[in-house]
T-cell receptor, first 112, second 115 residues
Framework: GQNIDQPTEMTATEGAIVQINCTYQ??????LFWYQQHAGEAPTFLSY??LDGLEEKGRFSSFLSRSKGYSYLLLKELQMKDSASYLC?????????????WGLGTSLAVNP | KAGVTQTPRYLIKTRGQQVTLSCSPI?????VSWYQQTPGQGLQFLFE???????NKGNFPGRFSGRQFSNSRSEMNVSTLELGDSALYLC??????????????FGPGTRLTVT
């Protein structure tokens, strides 16, 4: 994802809170997604933001600022099973030119 | 509801050969997207199909092609395989390619190794 930047690796402690940032530059922003991918498995959907603000879903929240080209994923009460790669993806374009552009992912290690 | 299925799960081919990968979306989903995932490049979009029509295509050479059938099942084909084609190929389905309905459900992938 040459137009999407997110940290390569992060480490956190079980029970803590971690924030994974994602910055992007796109033409024709049309929504931002966060996915979780455990090693050897397929990505699974976590959240979707298209308007500015915070979307909360249980222990996970996602924030978007379109003017700043910035999003973050907030994980609370970390559990060992949260160790995974977190992928930021931006949908750009309109009509038949819409496509998802993916970041390279942030590998999160949760330690006891 | 059954998830997205992909066959085969693992494949070993030699350079110059061709390969066909299959994807069956979730029942009722009409949009299917294909991605190539490698450690260095991450997820790279290949193409998207909706109602048997290719809606969008990524920046891959013409050796990569795909199609979608009337039952929404999709296939992708790679001809004249190169070593660099070794990757995990992921298929994702969604109800429709717009709005929140664009949430994509991924299959387990096909691990292709080219020797």
């Amino acid at each position: 994802g040459q137009n999407i930047d997110q940290p390569t690796e992060m480490t956190a402690t079980e029970g803590a809170i971690v924030q994974i940032n994602c910055t992007y530059q796109t033409s024709g922003f049309n929504g931002l997604f966060w996915y979780q991918q455990h090693a050897g498995e397929a990505p699974t959907f976590l959240s979707y933001n298209v308007l500015d603000g915070l979307e909360e879903k249980g222990r996970f929240s996602s924030f978007l600022s379109r003017s700043k080209g910035y999003s973050y994923l907030l994980l609370k009460e970390l559990q060992m099973k949260d160790s995974a790669s977190y992928l930021c993806a931006v949908r750009e374009g309109a009509g038949n030119n819409r496509k998802l552009i993916w970041g390279l992912g942030t590998s999160l290690a949760v330690n006891p | 509801k059954a998830g997205v299925t992909q066959t085969p799960r693992y494949l070993i081919k030699t350079r110059g050969q061709q390969v066909t990968l299959s994807c069956s979306p979730i029942s009722g989903h009409r949009s299917v997207s294909w991605y190539q995932q490698t450690p260095g490049q991450g997820l790279q979009f290949l193409f998207e199909y909706f109602s048997e029509t290719q809606r969008n295509k990524g920046n891959f050479p013409g050796r990569f092609s795909g199609r979608q059938f009337s039952n929404s099942r999709s296939e992708m084909n790679v001809s004249t395989l190169e070593l660099g084609d070794s990757a995990l190929y992921l298929c994702a389905s969604s109800p429709a390619p717009r709005g929140r309905n664009y949430e994509q459900y991924f299959g387990p992938g096909t691990r292709l190794t080219v020797t």
